[in-house]
T-cell receptor, first 113, second 114 residues
Framework: NAGVTQTPKFQVLKTGQSMTLQCAQD?????MSWYRQDPGMGLRLIHY???????DQGEVPNGYNVSRSTTEDFPLRLLSAAPSQTSVYFC????????????FGSGTRLTVV | AQSVTQLGSHVSVSEGALVLLRCNYS??????LFWYVQYPNQGLQLLLK??????LVKGINGFEAEFKKSETSFHLTKPSAHMSDAAEYFC????????????FGAGTRLFVKA
């Protein structure tokens, strides 16, 4: 099994550009989340989904959109990139509510100049 | 809302010494608690989890953690540190309050000295 696959691994954007970070899992997990990781701040939840067609906001949703049209895919869209969105982004999935823990992707390192 | 506090952004131990990484949580409902490890340039890996069964939880690589409700703590320990334990460790709390959110602490970087 591939687990959680994130693409691209690295990306440089100019301020104002838009892009989509891709996330796919092949474990038939219902729950998927996007986190950003910044030095000294741990992981902060951007958006999450409890199943296809259902998404909700996390701690830091501004500037990001998500959709969940299939169980497998959970893309994260940056609408108009800003330098403050320079970060490492992780997608994670879980088989069920709360108690199972997450499987993480390997991350996307995004730089906005 | 739930929250997690990890005490100490950096911890340094000698090889063979006890590892103790501290985590305190806040939650209005019974929580699920987790420890994850992150090696450089990788994603997070689940070390262990507490899900209201035994309060002493054993995980991979010789790590264990004890849930103490009275102290709202979930500290991670390992009796004898190995060089390969050098990594960043994250404590996380998850509660079901109509949705499903897992909140992470800021992380503790563990250094192991030879």
């Amino acid at each position: 099994n591939a687990g959680v696959t994130q693409t691209p691994k690295f990306q440089v954007l100019k301020t104002g550009q838009s892009m989509t970070l891709q996330c796919a899992q092949d474990m038939n997990h219902e729950y998927m989340s996007w986190y950003r990781q910044d030095p000294g701040m741990g992981l902060r939840l951007i958006h999450y989904s409890v199943g296809a067609g259902i998404t909700d906001q996390g701690e830091v949703p501004n500037g990001y959109n998500v959709s969940r049209s299939t169980t497998e895919d959970f893309p994260l869209r940056l609408l108009s990139a800003a330098p403050s969105q320079t970060s490492v982004y992780f997608c994670a999935s879980s088989v069920g509510r709360g108690s199972y823990g997450y499987t993480f992707g390997s991350g996307t390192r995004l730089t906005v100049v | 809302a739930q929250s997690v506090t990890q005490l100490g952004s950096h911890v340094s131990v000698s090889e063979g010494a006890l590892v103790l990484l501290r985590c305190n949580y806040s939650s209005s409902v019974p929580p699920y608690l987790f420890w994850y490890v992150q090696y450089p340039n990788q994603g997070l890996q689940l070390l262990l989890k507490y899900t209201s069964a035994a309060t002493l939880v054993k995980g991979i690589n010789g790590f264990e953690a004890e849930f103490k409700k009275s102290e709202t703590s979930f500290h991670l320990t390992k009796p004898s540190a190995h060089m390969s334990d050098a990594a960043e460790y994250f404590c996380a709390v998850s509660v079901n309050t109509g949705g499903f959110k897992t909140i992470f602490g800021a992380g503790t970087r563990l250094f192991v000295k030879a």
